[in-house]
């Protein structure tokens, strides 16, 4: 059975801890299964607004420290959780029309 393993900066890389019912609170370390998802070709955005050239949504926030502020909802961006505008490449490859969400300072 294959497991999804997602890292933090407190695991050891490579291993999954889990406490065991029978270890009474004894850590064991077993090598950790990686599974890669990948969406390519396909898009993110598959049914909502799709007559939009691109969905772009913005939020008000009055305790924002920098004017805009763009998060990312393609998951492809190398700044992410900020939008990097890697959309644009993928949007351009599969027909897709997401964007990021614009969080603007009031």
């Not at 029978?22 to 070709?41: C, I, L, N, S």
């Not at 049914?47 to 004017?67: A, F, N």
């Amino acid at each position: 059975m294959a497991s999804i393993v997602m890292s933090c900066s407190a695991a050891v890389p490579g291993f999954r801890f889990n406490k065991s019912p029978m270890a009474a609170g004894v850590v064991t370390a077993r090598p950790r299964r990686v599974v890669v998802v990948r969406a390519e070709g396909q898009g993110i955005n598959l049914d909502i607004r799709k007559t939009e050239e691109k969905v772009v949504d913005s939020v008000v926030v009055t305790e924002l420290s920098k004017p805009l502020t763009a998060y990312c909802r393609c998951w492809r961006s190398g700044t992410f959780p900020l939008c990097d505008g890697s959309h644009v490449k993928h949007n351009k490859a599969t027909g897709d029309n997401v964007g990021p969400l614009l969080l603007k300072k009031q």
